[in-house]
């Protein structure tokens, strides 16, 4: 049984408005607490965001019904500060249970000692889809717009990469990975159906750990003819790992006659999906290390249990190579994260700017005014279709003489876009180092996508709530913001 939050007022609790924050502390949970408090001061606006909660969270089940789960105001609230704070589970499940205003925002008493333990924490806010947060920041963003309705007519995008939580992908650890999670599922089935074959599961893993390492020796240290040296020890690693997977295919096709139980045929595809990707980084290394071939980007794998990840070389400071996705982020002068796309593998800046900005400019009804971007997302048809969506467009040319021409005609609408785009470079280190979008500590692609709208949807909280104790106390440093007026 669920509730959206709990209508009983309590003798050891201040309702959720009337929780006394802090505006002279400059922690960052105390804006997203007062975004929170003005969130649920407007019933509707409330009303809507919970109801977008209850669909995923009783998708599969009724909430009248059954012991007592977390309200829906409390996994907002939980989900918010998560990475709104860029805490892990087990912080998170602290400040759950210590933090006062929190607790009493969540509408939790003092008499009341309600435990949350960091898995209810994670089991709970993982049932809310990507989408749903998604749009649960939409109508956030429109109620600051309400508060700041000229933040959206200047509008400023980049994008960035959003590090997965992997190790450096060489096709040797990528193999060892593979073989290491087979190995460990098919003993388990063939251990649970009494099925033979694995009985020297230990030493093969042994020699393929052997292997690895020795290739990983050999790598670091190079040396002359390094590369016909390693030759040798990889043959030797595609060897014992395709027997591996000939043995996990067979123990496969026999399961599939005998077991029929669901979590058996589970564990069977698992084992399958993982034999397939580790059979496609054993050709990637066969044909780069064997037959000398230039394998591209888009053919290899980067990671046994993230396959999403994409390699980029962005030519960073300190970062010339990042192993992640590309995210595209549009944020208003009032420092709102209004739009973000995360771009598919095979897709560039120049190839969504222009589909991401029309969705943009139709959402705020046609209120953009201003869009500035960087040298990244030009080209001459990109150019003349974003004309065509904002009037005032910054979009400066490649090239120091197509950028000389530019600037020497350039308007002061122009300059000032110009001036003012180095603002998102800001926007991007805060979700990279107050949000935690720097590296993704979720598993697989839906856990991807759940973090970076996670990561902005604190974000954007954080704003709101800023806004309102600028209204209510605009001298407290809670208040402070770093951003220019003209911004």
């Given at each position: 049984m669920r509730q959206a939050f709990s209508r009983q007022r309590r003798l050891d609790c201040k309702s959720t408005k009337n929780v006394s924050l802090n505006f002279e502390c400059r922690h960052e949970i105390v804006p997203i607490l007062s975004g929170l408090q003005h969130i649920y001061s407007e019933p509707a606006l409330r009303d809507n965001i919970l109801e977008l909660i209850a669909q995923d969270v009783n998708e599969e089940s009724r909430g009248d019904c059954g012991r007592p789960g977390m309200d829906y105001w409390q996994i907002l609230v939980l989900s918010a500060v998560r990475l709104g704070c860029n805490v892990t589970y087990d912080a998170l499940q602290d400040l759950a249970e210590q933090h006062r205003a929190l607790r009493h925002i969540m509408g939790i008493g003092d008499w009341?000692?309600?435990?949350?333990?960091?898995?209810?924490?994670?089991?709970?806010?993982?049932?809310?889809?990507?989408?749903?947060?998604?749009?649960?920041?939409?109508?956030?963003?429109?109620?600051?717009?309400?508060?700041?309705p000229e933040a959206s007519k200047k509008i400023r995008a980049d994008s960035f990469v959003i590090n997965t939580n992997i190790h450096y992908p060489a096709e040797s650890t990528l193999i060892r990975d593979g073989a290491r999670k087979v190995i460990e599922l098919a003993v388990i089935q063939a251990a649970a159906w009494d099925l033979p074959g694995w009985r020297q599961s230990k030493h093969l893993l042994k020699k393929v750990h052997k292997l690895s390492r020795r290739i990983q020796r050999l790598a670091s240290r190079k040396g002359p003819n390094y590369r016909e040296r390693l030759k040798t020890p990889y043959r030797q690693l595609l060897h014992v790992s395709g027997k591996i997977l000939r043995k996990a295919r067979r123990l496969c096709d026999e399961l599939d006659a005998s077991c029929t139980d669901i979590a058996s045929c589970l564990s069977v595809q698992q084992i399958r999906t993982l034999a397939d990707r580790t059979e496609q980084v054993r050709q990637t290394a066969r044909r780069r290390v064997l037959n000398g071939e230039r394998v591209p980007n888009s053919e290899k794998l980067f990671s046994i249990f993230e396959p999403h990840t994409q390699l980029y070389k962005r030519g960073k400071a300190g970062e010339p190579v990042q192993f992640g996705r590309l995210a595209l982020v549009y944020e208003d002068a009032a420092g709102f994260v209004v739009h973000h796309h995360l771009l598919p593998r095979d897709q560039g800046d120049k190839d969504v700017v222009v589909a991401q900005t029309r969705i943009l400019q139709d959402r705020l009804n046609g209120q953009m005014e201003s869009l500035s971007l960087d040298r990244g997302f030009h080209s001459p048809d990109n150019q003349q279709q974003l004309l065509g969506i904002v009037t005032g467009l910054c979009l400066p040319k490649p090239g120091a003489k197509q950028a000389a021409a530019q600037e020497a005609t350039a308007s002061v609408q122009f300059r000032q876009a110009r001036q003012r785009h180095s603002g998102i470079e800001s926007a991007i280190g805060a979700l990279q180092a107050g949000n935690g979008l720097k590296r993704c500590r979720d598993r697989s692609e839906i856990g991807f996508q759940r973090y970076l709208v996670l990561g902005i949807l604190g974000r954007n909280l954080h704003t709101l709530g800023r806004l309102v104790i600028a209204q209510q106390a605009p001298k407290s440093l809670a208040a402070q913001s770093q951003r220019k007026a003209a911004a």
């Open positions: 009341e000692e309600e435990r949350f333990n960091w898995r209810r924490i994670h089991d709970n806010i993982c049932l809310v889809r990507p989408e749903t947060i998604t749009a649960i920041d939409r109508l956030i963003v429109d109620e600051g717009h309400r508060l700041a």
